[in-house]
């Protein structure tokens, strides 16, 4: 019985490890590692996608760790902010309302840099890639973070 469960383990294993070896980068999975833009494999998913030259994936690459930087200037404001008003402070509205205005002005600000790196992104990719890319992105909304599918899959 030890030997037969044994042998069913080690062949459950071989067969993940040979699925696994079998896809392409980023396909299958779960959770972020699967696809997801400028996150985790993006790019290694993009290249793959996509068939980017290796000028392409250099300027993809430096938009990436611009993105980067400029998510860290940025910042995420003072998310505790909220949570430390007083309602019965005598200025809690006033504080709300510079806290409201704060989180919209961070929201435009998101709005305009991600326009800014689509624009860029366009500029880079051929009207085929792109097609392609604007392709991906709807199916990873609809599916989730965690991937995209071919036309096959579906």
Not at 3 to 31: D, R, V
Not at 60 to 65: K, Y
Not at 76 to 83: H, T
């Amino acid at each position: 019985m030890k030997a037969k469960c044994k042998a069913l383990i080690g062949a459950g294993l071989i067969s993940m490890a040979a699925s696994a070896m079998a896809m392409g980068p980023g396909q299958g999975g779960c959770g972020k590692g699967g696809g997801g833009g400028f996150q985790g494999r993006g790019l290694e998913m993009m290249e793959y996608a996509l068939d980017l030259t290796t000028e392409q994936k250099a300027q993809i690459q430096a938009l990436r760790d611009e993105h980067a930087a400029a998510r860290g200037e940025r910042g995420l404001g003072n998310p505790a902010a909220l949570s430390q008003l007083d309602p019965s402070a005598a200025d809690y509205q006033t504080q709300l309302d510079a806290l409201a205005a704060q989180a919209a002005d961070s929201a435009k600000q998101r709005v305009y840099f991600h326009a800014e790196m689509q624009a860029k992104m366009r500029e880079i990719l051929t009207p085929e890639q792109l097609e392609k890319w604007q392709d991906m992105k709807s199916r990873m909304g609809k599916r989730g973070r965690g991937g995209w599918r071919s036309e096959a899959d579906e």
